[in-house]
């Protein structure tokens, strides 16, 4: 029974709390939060209703609305928070990368302090400097800090187990306080030094070196004031390279956002003490919400991840749960926090430049989209396809040397890959070197799949485009095997490379071919240009196949087991076999060597000498590899194997 607003919503509370929308299936498709519950669903309905992409739905998808009331909006935020990120509604902003961004540590209570970078901060008495919001800046200011400065950057397990100076000493890096007698006082001055850089209070310490060189020079201590000369220009050196953008000395994260229709993005801003030190975007589609409510879900899910919360947040519009916002913030810092909406001034102007990055992030975005969808367009009218191939499977076989082959499928969607539906097969029923009874069966099982005929299950999804590795006679294969599946409205497709053709060109290398395109039923290949988007395309699937299928024959070698004649005694068991090598050497030698040599090894004694010397002596060396050792492979747990997903 579909939700009723008409009788369901006087029985929805006043209080603070969360709502969540539900469908036919139960499957929870909207979560949101609100002062006052029953205020807040009555917007969806009637005259006065919102006007988003889903709330047009409500009628055909809402099946059920549940509340979940709290004391306080606060805590609204925070159970929005979670449930969003536990039920990754189909229509809430979804923050898909929630890793915190890097900072580094310095423990003052340590005995020689280290500098060490960490992702999330910790209330743990060690000072954090950061946020860097790429690993370039990060490698930067390391740069600085080990060149002139010379903390120790090793572990301490490392540092207390060391019985010399390592290579960080050796170029300079690092005093080695780890083995050598380094002055602790000395050390100190530059751990504080290190961190007035990190706090970016460089006016002041570039003041205090001046002193300090000074000093060492009158005191004649030439070498040492050469260093602090160094460490004054490095960071002199460093504050040219940062433009100052606001006066005020104080942490900010800035945010502007831009939209078209459904698609939106937001820009972040990182100023810290006055001074742009990053900025970062993201993108959201179906996203028809109210500005207010995606950048208000946007900050709850972004800050609760651990990212780093400034003095000041500064927003492009005033959001209708700044308070309890703010008020989280500033449980979440342990601090006071600012949430502002400027509407003139130097913050306005950084909205301003935050909102220009959201919107050529945007255009950017939809660039790389159109070129995408173009070149399946292209693609689609080259090959005479039936479907436009959104998506694609290629398949690949791999063998070396006639051993252990094994095949793979890659999958693009929108032109680009999909590694989780990336999988791995084992060839199972065929011997020996057959390529297209390989290909067969691979495909066999994967089609078989598709169309419920397998294993009890559904049926996956089929593709709009399957690409077999090579010419005419997998393609065949492929069709063949559609046709005895009964699988119509698949586009099959065999890609092949290029080949050497007669002649050389002006450098004197070889002509070769355009890489080519095999169709059912069409004798000659379709060559794809050189320099065009349906190439890139089709060359860049085929390697990601072969790189795919070689990764995993190179593993499946890798993982191969050394077998001997020791493995084929009875009662000979792995920790025996290992005392028998231990003791000879090899195999041949255990099979040359006396019942009393053999009796003497731990573990062994006369009852077993006697047995493992009589089933040597008849053993058929034949059956190994020069009389003692044969590759076979054994199979990790699974008939297959996939990237980032279950087995097929």
């Not at 209080?15 to 979560?31: A, H, Q, S």
């Not at 690409?467 to 497709?493: F, N, P, R, S």
Request: net charge neutral.
């Amino acid at each position: 029974m579909a939700f009723d607003p008409e009788t369901d919503l006087d029985r929805i509370a006043t209080e603070p709390g969360v709502y969540l929308m539900k469908d036919r299936d139960g499957v929870i498709f909207y979560v949101g939060k609100a002062a006052n519950l029953r205020a807040r669903l009555r917007q969806y309905f009637g005259a006065t209703s919102d006007r988003r992409f889903f709330v047009g739905l409500l009628d055909r998808l809402l099946a059920d609305v549940e509340v979940v009331i709290t004391l306080t909006e606060k805590e609204a935020l925070i159970l929005e928070n979670e449930l969003i990120k536990k039920h990754q509604p189909r229509f809430n902003v979804e923050l898909k990368d929630d890793k915190s961004f890097l900072h580094l540590r310095i423990d003052d209570r340590a005995e020689w302090p280290r500098i060490d970078v960490v992702r999330r901060p910790k209330k743990d008495g060690a000072r954090y400097f950061g946020p860097y919001h790429s690993a370039s800046k990060i490698r930067e200011t390391l740069k600085v800090v080990e060149r002139h400065f010379q903390l120790r950057n090793c572990d301490d397990l490392t540092f207390k187990n060391r019985a010399r100076p390592c290579l960080q000493y050796q170029i300079g890096r690092c005093p080695g306080p780890c083995v050598l007698p380094v002055d602790r006082d000395e050390y100190q001055r530059g751990v504080q030094a290190v961190a007035l850089f990190l706090q970016g209070k460089r006016g002041e310490l570039v003041e205090r070196l001046r002193d300090q060189m000074e000093r060492a020079a009158e005191d004649l201590e030439f070498e040492r004031a050469a260093r602090y000369r160094d460490q004054m220009q490095a960071v002199s050196g460093s504050l040219e390279h940062q433009q100052i953008i606001q006066g005020a000395a104080i942490d900010q994260d800035v945010f502007g956002l831009y939209r078209q229709g459904s698609h939106v993005d937001v820009a972040a801003l990182f100023v810290r003490k006055g001074r742009l030190q990053g900025s970062r975007t993201f993108s959201f589609a179906d996203q028809e919400v109210p500005d207010t409510e995606v950048l208000g879900s946007f900050l709850n899910l972004y800050y609760h991840a651990g990212n780093d919360v400034p003095d000041e947040v500064v927003l492009p519009l005033v959001l209708e749960s700044a308070e309890a916002l703010t008020e989280r913030l500033a449980e979440l810092a342990g601090r006071r926090v600012v949430l502002r909406a400027p509407s003139r001034g130097p913050a306005r102007r950084l909205v301003e430049m935050a909102e220009k990055n959201a919107e050529q992030a945007f255009f950017q975005a939809r660039r790389a989209e159109a070129m995408q969808n173009g070149a399946l367009v292209k693609l689609k009218h080259r090959l005479r396809l039936a479907n436009l191939p959104f998506r694609i499977e290629c398949y690949d076989i791999s063998i070396f040397q006639g051993a252990a082959p094994v095949a793979s499928r890659v999958v693009f969607e929108g032109g680009v890959p999909k590694r989780a539906d990336y999988r791995h097969y084992k060839i199972r029923d065929v011997e020996g070197t057959d390529d297209f009874a390989m290909m067969r069966e691979v495909l066999m099982r994967r089609l078989k799949r598709g169309v419920g005929q397998q294993d009890g299950h559904e049926g996956d999804d089929l593709p709009d485009l399957l690409v077999v590795d090579g010419g005419k006679g997998q393609l065949g294969v492929a069709t063949t095997v559609a046709a005895d599946l009964g699988i119509t409205g698949v586009d099959i497709v065999g890609l092949a490379k290029s080949r050497v053709q007669d002649g050389q060109d002006a450098a004197g290398g070889a002509i070769r071919s355009s890489e080519r395109v095999f169709l059912p039923g069409r004798k000659d290949p379709i060559p794809l240009l050189p320099h065009t988007d349906e190439l890139h395309l089709m060359t860049y699937l085929r390697d990601e196949a072969h790189r795919f299928a070689i990764t995993f024959h190179r593993h499946v070698r890798q993982t191969s087991t050394l077998r001997t004649m020791l493995d084929d005694i009875p009662g000979i068991g792995p920790s025996r076999r290992r005392a028998l090598l231990r003791r000879f050497g090899s195999a041949e030698r255990v099979a040359a060597a006396t019942e009393a040599e053999i009796a003497a090894v731990p573990g062994i004694g006369p009852v077993r000498a006697a047995e493992i010397t009589a089933f040597l002596g008849s053993a058929d060396p034949t059956g190994y590899d020069g009389a003692s050792t044969s590759t076979t492979t054994q199979a990790p747990p699974g008939e297959d194997g996939a990237e980032g997903a279950s087995p097929r």
